[in-house]
Every structure is written in C-alpha cells, then in structure tokens.
C-alpha cells in the first residue's frame, strides 16, 4: 500500500509541473509511522531518517542517488545526482520507495532531516547535540544553527522524535494497519502539491511566456 501511496503523490507533484508548464518542481519524501512500540520507515530521495539508541547513530533510510556509479567511474566535480523523488514523470518512471520498520525502545531518538543538515554536520557533531540532554526542541535549534554556522547551503528541515515510555503494539482492528498512514500521507500530499503550485506561480507568475 505504500508503493501505491507513493505512486499517488508522485503523480500529483507532476501534475502540478505539467499544469504550470514547468519541469523544476520536485521533493523528497521521509517518513516515520509509529504505531505502539513499532516503526515504519519510508523515504524518497536523500532526506535522511536515523535511529539513535545507545549513543549509537543507524542510517534507517535509503539513499537515492547515484554515488555509487559516480564512485565506480571515478567521476568527481559535482554532488550526486537524485535518482528517485516526488515529481518524476510517471509514464518514463517508476518510483521506488525505500520502506522498512522496526521495534521502538524507550529513550530511542528518530530524527528526519534534509541533507541540508547532513551535509553540513558530521555525524558525530550530531550525536553529541541529541545526546547533550537538551530537551528535544532546542536540539533542533541547535542542530539548524550549526548547520548554518557550518555554512547552509541548502534548506535545513528537522524533526526529532523521542521514545519517552514503553507503548505496547496494539493489533489494529481496521482490515488495513496502514489505512490511518494513507489518509494522513494523502493529505500531505494535497499540501505538498499546493505548496509546488504557490511557489512555481510566485517564481515564474509573472512571466510573459
């Protein structure tokens, strides 16, 4: 069902590019289901999601860019290129979602966050500011300013989630667990796709063409 989800969202993307006449529109996807003491993970793109237990920081997302093949053919000079994203043509395209899950433990950490963090902050800068015993708003805080300070090239978007006590996994009594996850991502992508359309109409509303 999420493929489907994801598939739905990636169309509205493109069809708000087709409807306002330009290829540039486009998004990342990163997203975290908590349901009880478990976690569904799906992303699109380079938004990364971590895990933090222990002091230890684990990657749960994926990747999609083509690093690799740039690492195979020694090709240097420009960042990786995005091989999957809201906003691709469908009918040339299939979009791929990268989908996991896993058991929550209290004092767990979930972070989402743009590469416009990872980028500019170590991994090790970031678990030493989600382990400061701050509470969980001013690690954000913290984490977009050294980002700036570090030199913010890109847009910095951070959410942070802590596991603050032990919810047992309650069965869902809907014949679809994810039923709830669907009508919660349609709905972001209604404003995702709203979001596209005002900023494509301010950038490029005043064009003659």
């Not at 493109?14 to 349901?35: C, E, K, M, P």
């Not at 959410?159 to 919810?167: A, G, N, S």
């Not at 039923?179 to 995702?192: F, H, N, P």
């Amino acid at each position: 069902q999420l493929q489907a989800l994801v598939e739905q969202m990636n169309q509205r993307v493109w069809d708000a590019q087709v409807a306002l006449g330009t290829n540039r529109a486009g998004s990342t996807l990163a997203l975290v289901y908590l349901q009880g003491d478990q976690a569904i993970f799906c992303n699109v793109g380079d938004s990364r999601i971590f895990a933090l237990r222990e002091g230890r920081l684990l990657q749960v997302s994926q990747d999609h860019t083509d690093e690799a093949y740039m690492k195979a053919h020694n090709i240097t000079g420009r960042r990786p290129r995005l091989t999957q994203y809201l906003g691709m043509d469908p009918g040339q395209v299939r979009i791929e979602p990268f989908v996991d899950k896993g058991t929550l433990h209290v004092a767990d950490q979930i972070l989402i966050c743009s590469d416009g963090l990872t980028d500019m902050v170590s991994q090790e800068r970031i678990v030493e500011i989600l382990t400061s015993g701050e509470t969980a708003d001013s690690c954000v805080q913290t984490l977009i300013r050294v980002a700036e300070e570090n030199g913010g090239k890109d847009n910095i978007t951070v959410i942070l989630c802590r596991i603050l006590e032990r919810v047992e996994h309650e069965r869902n009594t809907s014949e679809n667990t994810l039923e709830g996850l669907a009508d919660q991502c349609l709905s972001w992508g209604r404003k995702l796709w709203n979001r596209v359309r005002d900023t494509a109409q301010d950038h490029w509303g005043g064009r003659g063409d």
